[in-house]
């Protein structure tokens, strides 16, 4: 592998590559300038990334919202672009008239902050107290910590898959071991009707639970060993040490932990879509569910537009909170 | 991005922390006397409960799942789930009930070619991100970020009316085929690979892209021929990452594939869909294509551990 010469070795060649950006003498026409800015300042090399990401998601974004406004359904889907202005009563209807899946947009709001805050609030201690297991040195560390990553990685439509079976009425592991413990009579319909949403919010924590242990993780070795060892000198109680030096150490990491799986648990279409038979129950119509089926299944799209842009909306006030946390690197400069 | 994206929103910026640390991830330190008495946050029996209890919430219904995958179809539906009737008939007929070998191919081909591409759209864009100051660079980085919690039902509609629209006006084949599926998938991997690998550039001593220019490399010579061996680890993370994007898919697969073309998870979903709709409930069978479908992530997970969880974890590390 020989490199293309480009300019000659020799004190020529030191030359070009010397030329950082405003220190290269502006000679020659135009075009030699630009052809060395280009060559010593390849900021060209964001032009596929940059596009990939104008095509695949700022334009359909905006082209969402354009919809959200407009009157397409089947009927005037051929001029889509142009169909007739709807202004905001997409959205009217999205939230006063039942989809065909017999849920209005309030419900499915409802439903998916339920579902994303109540899997925050139930994962994190679960979390953190599965990080602090083991950050202990014991025998078989390396497995237990193993096992622990497992349900994160399982793929959700695998889990969801499972969950399906595992949640089969009389003859799924729940029932049985429900029905065992005499805590029901073993008979419960999990996959429909009103017991649906407790039995996707219970997949969903078991599956997900392990991103706010691998954070906690995170955040405790970055903690300086010392403030540790200070704490242990000092005689502090092993409560004391948690309160008043572990949490206030961890709470960057915890926030951004918590903020991040909210996001995911709200943006969450696979659990429901693959746990649930078509149409899904009342109780698992999340946003995005509700988006799907009105585009994909009833065709309704002015309706789904609507649905997706207040989804949208929503999540953006846990974005900005993310981006505004997100410390750039000092480094970078 | 919907579920796709579990991982990329997860990971955003800033990985290796010290800059200029070669090691990454790094190394746990080891500790002495002092410093494991300092590691024990909770009592030790405590500790030790919390792991039994742990242990048995994970493993239990994983037990159960590998159980039903080794019993008979009608066994798993009467709920008949013991080690008394175990046979690995599931893992033969599966294939032949469900289009899965297919399935497995095109994720393979769809996928892997995702995050090839991915990896490579990625690198060129860590280059001038980190070689040189321009401005808007860090609204660029932080763009990035934003992209990711776009959530994937509402780029869903749009995509397919777009390529349904390039399709009717320059009557090319496109829904159904592989190009609008890794087309998506490749840039839903980039914002999460380019951080990576922004991050890890920037430990990369800058004389050695300097040494090959000098040397008459051209600036996408010395970013090919001398950064990306020397970023090989941060490239791997990068790429299961995004592998992982077209992997555990179904949003965008269920609407942008067809019965040629459809990935091993809508090969999966149908096949589940369609067992409880035709009255054959073969549940064995769909719990073995579930373990077979999952074993090749979990394993990856289990082997690039130390990598997958740094990129995962210090990602999103904040000051």
């Known amino acids: 592998m020989t490199a293309p010469v480009k300019a000659p070795p020799g004190p020529l060649a030191k030359s070009y590559t010397a030329a950082r950006p405003g220190e290269g003498p502006a000679v020659g026409s135009w075009w030699a300038q630009a052809t060395r800015k280009w060559r010593d300042r390849p900021l060209w090399m964001l032009i596929p990334a940059t596009a990939a990401l104008v095509i695949i998601v700022l334009v359909p974004t905006a082209i969402t919202v354009w919809l959200s406004l407009l009157n397409v359904n089947v009927h005037t889907l051929h001029e889509w672009l142009g169909a007739p202005f709807y202004g905001l009563q997409n959205f009217v209807n999205a939230f006063t008239q039942p989809s065909t899946l017999g849920v209005t947009l309030g419900w499915s709001i409802f439903v998916s902050f339920a579902f994303s805050l109540l899997t925050t609030l139930v994962i994190t201690p679960i979390g953190m107290l599965a990080a602090f297991s083991v950050h202990r040195r014991f025998r078989g560390r390396g497995i237990v910590r193993a096992i622990y990553l497992i349900p994160y990685t399982i793929p959700t439509f695998v889990t969801a898959l499972t969950a399906r079976v595992v949640f089969l009425n009389g003859s799924g592991l729940v029932d049985k071991i429900l029905g065992g413990l005499g805590i029901t009579n073993g008979q419960t319909y999990w996959l429909i009707g009103p017991h649906a949403y407790w039995a996707m919010q219970l997949t969903e924590i078991w599956a997900t639970w392990p991103f706010i242990y691998l954070m906690t993780l995170a955040g405790l070795q970055a903690i300086p060993k010392e403030h540790y060892e200070a704490s242990a000198l000092d005689g502090a109680s092993k409560a004391q040490r948690i309160r008043h030096v572990i949490i206030p150490e961890l709470s960057g990491v915890l926030k951004l932990a918590m903020l991040l799986s909210t996001i995911f648990h709200f943006g969450n279409f696979t659990l429901a879509f693959v746990m649930f038979g078509s149409p899904p129950p009342p109780g698992a119509e999340v946003l995005p569910i509700a988006a799907y089926y009105n585009a994909f299944t009833f065709f309704n799209f002015g309706d789904a537009a609507a649905i997706a842009v207040v989804t949208m909306v929503i999540l953006m006030v846990p974005a900005y909170i993310y981006m505004r946390s997100t410390r750039l690197a000092g480094g970078l400069n | ?319």
């Not at chain 2, 990985?15 to 500790?31: D, F, L, M």
């Not at chain 2, 081909?109 to 860090?138: D, K, N, Q």
């Not at chain 2, 941060?234 to 992982?244: M, T, Y």
Request: charged content about 10%; proline content about 5%.
């Open chain 2, 1 to 319: 991005m919907a579920q796709a994206s579990a991982a990329l929103g997860a990971a955003g910026p800033e990985a290796a922390r010290g800059a200029g640390r070669r090691s990454w991830p790094p190394r746990q330190r080891k500790g002495s006397a002092v410093q494991s008495e300092a590691e024990l946050l909770l009592p030790v029996w405590l500790s030790r409960l919390v792991v039994v209890l742990v242990l048995i919430a994970v493993l239990v219904p994983l037990g159960y799942m590998l159980l039903m995958s080794f019993t008979p179809n009608y066994d798993v539906a009467a709920g008949v789930v013991s080690f008394a009737v175990l046979t690995a008939q599931n893992y033969v007929s599966m294939w032949s009930t469900a289009p899965l070998a297919q399935g497995l191919v095109n994720t393979l081909i769809i996928a892997g070619t995702s995050a090839a591409l991915s990896v490579a759209v990625a690198l060129m864009a860590a280059y001038p991100l980190t070689r040189f100051a321009f401005r808007g660079r860090h609204g660029y980085l932080y763009t990035l970020i934003g992209v990711q919690t776009i959530p994937g039902t509402t780029l869903l509609l749009p995509l397919f009316a777009v390529f349904s629209w390039v399709q009717t006006t320059v009557s090319v084949h496109m829904i159904g085929t592989y190009f609008p599926i890794i087309l998506t998938y490749m840039t839903f991997g980039v914002p999460l690979s380019t951080w990576l690998l922004v991050a890890y550039m920037r430990t990369v001593p800058r004389d050695l892209d300097e040494a090959a220019l000098v040397d008459g490399c051209s600036q996408l010579g010395a970013l090919a021929r001398v950064i990306f061996p020397v970023m090989l680890p941060a490239v791997v993370v990068a790429f299961l990452f995004a592998f992982l994007v077209g992997w555990n898919d179904v949003l965008f697969a269920s609407v942008f594939t067809n019965q040629n073309t459809q990935t091993l998870a809508i090969a999966l979903e149908r096949f589940s869909a369609n067992s409880e709709e035709g009255g054959l409930p073969v549940y064995g069978q769909l719990m073995s294509s579930a373990v077979v479908s999952a074993a090749p992530v979990v394993i990856i997970y289990l082997i690039f551990q130390r990598y997958l969880v740094h990129g995962l974890a210090a990602g999103s590390v904040t000051g």
